[in-house]
């Protein structure tokens, strides 16, 4: 099976909230095929990638959007990545009726679990996925909000108590941490027991009185398609003279974990990378430095 990388889907299987198993597949000419691990997989760029708004031709390795469209998308803005910063409230945003459709719509406060405890947001409803693209293998609702840009500023309240980031070198390598996110989420709640305190000219009245915190709070527990983990080493393809041969262990956390590093799955929806999917290949061994 051979063709060009048209995205990767993740899949939930979910019989409650309390179990969760994750699951990946790749589109490669208009078809999916399920990542098990144990597949050998060949990378190889060719270049060519398309603007993912406008489609015109981009001929820097890397890049999701070409210049024209990454200066004038509020899609590509800081705030989108750091909510809150949103300025949406001024009438200073390039996109606002974007911004009405993907911002002020009704978000999720968590905490999530891979090797440290860790608070986030996501949109409403699409809480599993969000937890799997980040790895974790336990995951809660914390509080519900109206809008992106107020969840934004409760998780940057919220980072003065617990990280908002998590590190990819311990997650591909198997770290996890146990933690109890269902005691952590209380004493987070009683740190913060009052909501008008983020009452200001960016956040309206409406918003706070529309902040609802998880009455019991319940954990989630994810599992990955992982039968071993990898170094951390961020393996790339950005040339098309490279081609990169590995094996398939596992997927967790956008991550596909090769016998000889990872590769980032975003990194590989761009459209200008080749994928050829077989039996194992076999790893010639890398030379050992002599000592002497």
């Known amino acids: 099976m051979k063709g060009m990388i048209q995205g990767?889907?993740?899949?939930?299987?979910?019989?409650n909230d309390a179990e969760v198993t994750v699951s990946y597949s790749v589109r490669l000419a208009e078809q999916e095929y399920?990542?098990?691990?144990g597949e050998g997989l060949t990378f190889q760029y060719v270049g060519g990638a398309?603007?993912?708004?406008?489609g015109v031709l981009i001929t820097a390795a890397g890049r999701d959007y070409?210049?024209?469209c990454f200066r004038t998308l509020a899609r590509c803005d800081l705030c989108v990545m750091s909510p809150n910063r949103c300025h949406h409230h001024k009438g200073t945003c390039r996109e606002p009726d974007w911004g009405d459709s993907f911002c002020m719509q009704p978000h999720v406060v968590y905490l999530a679990l891979a090797h440290v405890p860790k608070v986030g947001i996501t949109r409403a409803g699409r809480e599993w996925y969000r937890w799997s693209d980040q790895g974790a293998h336990k995951a809660l609702r914390l509080m519900t909000v109206p809008t992106r840009r107020m969840a934004g500023v409760v998780e940057a309240h919220l980072s003065q108590w617990i990280t908002d980031r998590t590190d990819w070198r311990k997650l591909v390598t198997g770290q996890r941490g146990d933690f109890s996110l269902t005691e952590l989420a209380v004493d987070l709640m009683q740190r913060t027991p009052d909501l008008g305190q983020f009452r200001s000219d960016q956040i309206s009245d409406a918003e706070v009185d529309g902040a609802v915190w998880e009455?019991?709070?319940?954990?989630?527990?994810?599992?990955y398609p992982v039968q071993d983990f990898s170094p951390a080493e961020q393996l790339r393809v950005d040339s098309a003279q490279e081609v990169i041969a590995d094996n398939l262990q596992g997927v967790i956390g956008g991550y596909l974990?090769?016998?000889?590093?990872?590769?980032?799955?975003q990194s590989l929806s761009r459209g200008d990378i080749q994928l050829e999917l077989g039996d194992p290949v076999v790893l010639e061994e890398r030379p050992q430095m002599s000592l002497f």
């Open 66 to 68: 070409c210049f024209d």
């Open 8 to 15: 990767f889907t993740t899949e939930i299987e979910a019989s």
């Open 50 to 54: 398309n603007c993912k708004h406008c």
């Open 215 to 223: 009455i019991d709070p319940r954990e989630t527990n994810l599992s």
């Open 257 to 265: 974990l090769l016998s000889r590093g990872v590769m980032s799955m």
């Open 34 to 37: 399920t990542l098990k691990g």
